[in-house]
């Protein structure tokens, strides 16, 4: 008789628990939960985060028309943000990001009013930036970023923004990251370690808007010590330049530690009118700021007045 009152107490206790469990998934389902959520952290911002009307759930789907921060150097505005990710793979820590995306961010950056001048100091590297769980970012997206900076009164605008990136607890793979600024586009590729000095490895390309000449370049080293190296074409001229950087020098002068660059068929008449023809080899080597040396040869001579 005790037995069979134990297991019916037990089997009371398991359909309590799953009664519970489903009514708290229908809960955390519900848009007035996460407005709830929204508000939560709103207040624990003191007001510095505002959401604008929060709809979905927290099963993956949010949307806010417009989210807002603001503090003593930033003031960002998001327009039409929109957030999907899976629900399951974070009971193994793991975030997976279906889509970010915004139609148009805002971000204003001003001086502190109340922050004392203080001396410009070397910048210092974080010990690490490691992340609490696997983080996988499948695509995000930017229609337009204002951006404006620190006394500037018109914003720049950096346009069709696109990331793909994944975290697996000691780097960052970037996938992809693109974008349109003023002056041409750009893509990046590659990893980065998630502690200093971070190493790193990289592969760019920019393609400049007023001119023919996509520049490709690698990254390599890490943030304090850096290798460059970039290569183009333009108008029958090739472009080689190799450089190794200290980022973190704490006088600017310092921070180019050697330069080799050499141009190879540089017709000086494909670049304006009323310009000698040359087939100029140019080459530049420099070593810091101590030494220099720069080399001309043309493989057409002529007079300079000759077209």
């Known amino acids: 008789?005790?037995?069979?009152?134990?297991?019916?107490?037990?089997?009371?206790?398991?359909?309590?628990?799953?009664?519970?469990?489903?009514?708290?998934?229908?809960?955390?389902?519900?848009?007035?939960?996460?407005?709830?959520?929204?508000e939560r952290a709103v207040r624990a911002t003191d007001g510095r985060l505002q959401i604008d009307a929060p709809a979905g759930s927290l099963y993956g789907d949010i949307r806010a028309p417009r989210l807002e921060w603001r503090d003593d150097t930033v003031h960002v505005v998001l327009h039409d943000v929109r957030l999907q990710y899976e629900l399951r793979p974070l009971l193994r820590r793991h975030l997976v990001v279906n889509a970010l995306s915004a139609r148009h961010v805002e971000l204003r950056l001003h001086e502190s009013e109340d922050a004392p001048?203080?001396?410009?100091?070397?910048?210092?590297?974080?010990?690490?930036?490691?992340?609490?769980?696997r983080l996988t970012l499948q695509q995000a997206r930017i229609d337009r970023l204002s951006v404006t900076p620190v006394g500037a009164e018109q914003p720049i605008d950096l346009d069709a923004i696109a990331l793909a990136a994944d975290y697996?607890?000691?780097?960052?793979?970037?996938?992809?990251?693109?974008?349109?600024?003023?002056?041409?586009?750009?893509?990046v590729d590659g990893t980065v370690g998630d502690r200093a000095p971070y190493p790193l490895a990289l592969r760019l390309r920019f393609e400049p808007a007023?001119?023919?000449a996509p520049i490709?370049?690698?990254?390599?080293?890490?943030?304090q010590r850096l290798s460059v190296g970039a290569a183009s074409q333009a108008r029958g001229a090739s472009v080689r330049l190799d450089a190794r950087?200290?980022?973190?020098?704490?006088?600017?002068?310092?921070?180019?530690?050697?330069?080799?660059?050499?141009?190879?068929?540089?017709?000086?008449?494909a670049w304006g009118e009323g310009l000698p023809s040359t087939q100029l080899q140019?080459?530049?080597?420099?070593?810091?700021?101590?030494?220099?040396?720069?080399?001309?040869?043309?493989?057409?001579?002529?007079?300079?007045?000759?077209?």
Request: charge should be negative; proline fraction near 7%.
């Open 245 to 269: 950087l200290a980022p973190l020098a704490q006088d600017p002068l310092q921070a180019l530690t050697a330069l080799s660059a050499q141009a190879e068929g540089v017709d000086l008449a």
């Open 216 to 223: 490709d370049a690698t990254v390599g080293g890490d943030l």
């Open 117 to 133: 001048a203080q001396p410009r100091s070397p910048p210092q590297l974080p010990e690490h930036l490691e992340l609490p769980l």
């Open 1 to 38: 008789m005790r037995l069979k009152r134990a297991a019916g107490w037990l089997a009371a206790l398991l359909a309590v628990g799953v009664l519970a469990a489903l009514a708290l998934a229908w809960v955390a389902g519900r848009e007035a939960t996460l407005q709830w959520a929204a």
């Open 210 to 212: 007023q001119l023919d």
């Open 282 to 307: 140019i080459g530049l080597e420099a070593t810091g700021t101590e030494r220099a040396a720069l080399t001309v040869r043309n493989a057409m001579p002529g007079p300079i007045d000759a077209q």
């Open 168 to 187: 697996d607890g000691s780097r960052f793979a970037i996938e992809r990251f693109a974008l349109q600024t003023p002056w041409g586009r750009g893509a």
